[in-house]
């Protein structure tokens, strides 16, 4: 199988793990109960409101929802924003800290035995920020989305908790990236027939978790979905990336999980043969009663949610129109909306929302629902999306351990009075 094959992730799966006996596989997938009860300590630190310096921007209320090294976005700060949502309100996602990089002395390596010559960790091919810079450049709309976002709903919704940072809807964003495509830099580092995975990984700091020190941030992902529609971007929204966003260069791999768009790229090892970290063994895997016990495939795209711009429990006034917002996006089929139905009466009734179509190429659909509530009381909002298949987000998801994908109906309170 070449790599050119590998770009459905089952079949990328299967053959990966041609070469690993399951009993490796449970090896490589073990001590997930202690990393769990790691990340529910990780929470608690949150709730104690401690925020570590780990964020360099500011992180203003009114705009974000705080989560020990992690931030997300309030979605009623997007009500009035245009189609992007602007980098000083972009969800931030640090497993340690956002690193303080010059981008003068940096370097892009790569190395492995999927390039010519099979350079050397030691002796890699390099490209400097200028080097990327001169490349042919390409511009891209897509969100990144943490595979957890919404986990908070598995608690209030399911009555089943999942560990790890308690994401309302806000882990995710939408911006225009400008990069190098990886398939150039692939391409002229001396990319061979052969290669398979390429393996990225982050200048932050080593994680450490449990006591266990899991390296530096890093996921596989396989040559074809690198070379299909991965950016390495160094702009964000028409600036540098800011740093917390992965300054100077990040991956962007649309559609698929937010772990897989590396930040503050250091080295990417290009192999013949598959690669593994924690990132795709013991993490974002779904584990649990309806997955094997290896856990499924690794995650790749996200799947379809919706959200309104309005604060949870947000106070409406009686008899009058509201005119309600929200924006619906899908990593799965093609990636795109195709409809989304709004319940004013926590699903007994819907009617169609109205959508707001851009462009082809928009990461997410926008859309209004006019709502004039007639008596005052607590009312339970619902936004349902349909995908290009024609599958539409169910009431409920089957649990998973660690709380990944989302994507039922989100039950958003309000008061009228
Ligand atoms: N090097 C590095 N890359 C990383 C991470 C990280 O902690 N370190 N977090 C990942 C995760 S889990 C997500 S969801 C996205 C978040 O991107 P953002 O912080 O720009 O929103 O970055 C990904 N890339
Ligand atoms: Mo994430």
Not at 25 to 41: D, H, V
Not at 230 to 250: I, K, Q
Request: proline share 8%; charged share 20%.
């Amino acid at each position: 199988m070449s790599h050119r094959d590998l770009t459905d992730e089952a079949a990328y799966d299967r053959q990966r793990l041609a070469g690993l006996s399951r009993r490796a596989l449970l090896r490589l997938t073990a001590g997930l109960g202690a990393a769990a009860a790691l990340s529910a300590t990780a929470g608690g630190l949150a709730v104690a409101g401690e925020r570590q310096a780990t964020i360099v921007k500011p992180l203003p209320p009114e705009l974000f929802i705080p989560h020990g090294t992690n931030a997300e976005m309030r979605w009623e700060a997007m009500r009035g924003q245009g189609h992007l949502v602007p980098n000083d309100r972009f969800f931030v996602r640090n497993h340690t800290g956002t690193p303080r990089i010059d981008a003068h002395t940096w370097r892009l390596r790569l190395f492995g035995t999927g390039l010519h010559g099979t350079p050397t960790r030691d002796r890699p091919v390099e490209f400097s920020y200028e080097d990327l810079l001169g490349m042919p450049a390409e511009t891209t709309t897509a969100f990144v989305e943490c595979a957890g976002n919404g986990r908070s709903f598995y608690g209030s919704q399911q009555g089943t908790p999942a560990p790890g940072t308690p994401w309302t809807l806000g882990g995710v964003g939408v911006a225009r990236w400008r990069g190098v495509r990886l398939a150039t830099v692939l391409e002229r580092a001396g990319l061979t027939e052969a290669a398979v995975d390429v393996l990225p990984s982050g200048l932050d700091p080593e994680f450490v978790e449990g006591g266990a020190n899991l390296g530096r941030v890093r996921r596989p992902l396989p040559v074809a979905k690198a070379l299909r529609d991965t950016l390495l971007a160094y702009e964000m929204n028409g600036e540098p990336l800011p740093p917390d966003h992965g300054f100077p260069v990040r991956l962007i791999v649309p559609s698929w999980t937010g772990i897989s768009s590396i930040k503050w790229v250091g080295e990417i090892e290009v192999a013949d043969r598959p690669l593994f970290s924690p990132w795709n063994t013991q993490f974002y895997r779904l584990f649990g009663p309806s997955y094997p016990q290896e856990g499924s495939a690794p995650l790749t795209n996200q799947v379809t949610k919706s959200a309104f711009e309005l604060p949870s429990e947000a106070r409406l006034a009686v008899g009058r129109t509201h005119l309600l917002t929200g924006r619906s996006w899908s990593g799965a089929g093609v990636g795109r909306v195709r409809g989304v139905r709004i319940s004013v009466d926590g699903g007994a009734s819907w009617r169609p929302a109205h959508p707001r179509r851009l462009s082809r190429d928009q990461a997410w659909l926008p859309w209004s629902f006019a709502w004039r509530p007639e008596r005052s009381g607590a009312y339970t909002l619902l936004a349902a999306a349909s995908d290009s298949t024609g599958a539409t987000q169910p009431r409920e998801v089957p649990f998973n351990r660690f709380g990944y994908l989302f994507g039922a109906v989100v039950r958003h309170p309000v008061m009228v009075g």
